[in-house]
């Protein structure tokens, strides 16, 4: 059976959504919709650079209003490997449903940002 739940306080739960059964399928669903569209232009044995800490914090831009990337930083872990080994589970695919997901905008500072201490 899929979606065992999990305890609250166990190091390996994600999410409610990830106990879901519905959310389950629901992700497979979304992946049948694509597959046909990458199996048939990617050759899986390609090799491909992967950066496994690649995330905002490691991609510096220009600015927000010309937002071209300068650089990226932290290549001390990145290799060449065929897309089989590299493949990691993109957005798209995530199944935590009705949580906050991962954006490409530019956060919002608090008004009070610079009086907050370390606790906030």
Do not use: C
């Amino acid at each position: 059976m899929y979606a065992q739940p999990r305890p609250e306080d166990d190091l390996f739960r994600r999410s409610a959504s990830q106990q879901n059964p519905v959310a389950h399928v629901e992700l497979l669903e979304r992946y049948l919709k694509v597959i046909p569209y990458l199996a048939s232009t990617i050759d899986f044995k390609d090799p491909v650079l992967l950066h496994m800490d690649l995330h905002p914090g490691n991609i510096f831009v220009q600015s927000a209003e010309q937002p071209k990337v300068t650089s990226i930083i932290d290549w001390q872990g990145v290799d060449i490997r065929p897309l089989y080994l590299a493949a990691r589970f993109p957005p798209v695919v995530d199944y935590d449903i009705g949580e906050d997901p991962v954006t490409l905008e530019m956060p919002i500072l608090p008004d009070d940002f610079d009086k907050l201490g370390e606790q906030h």
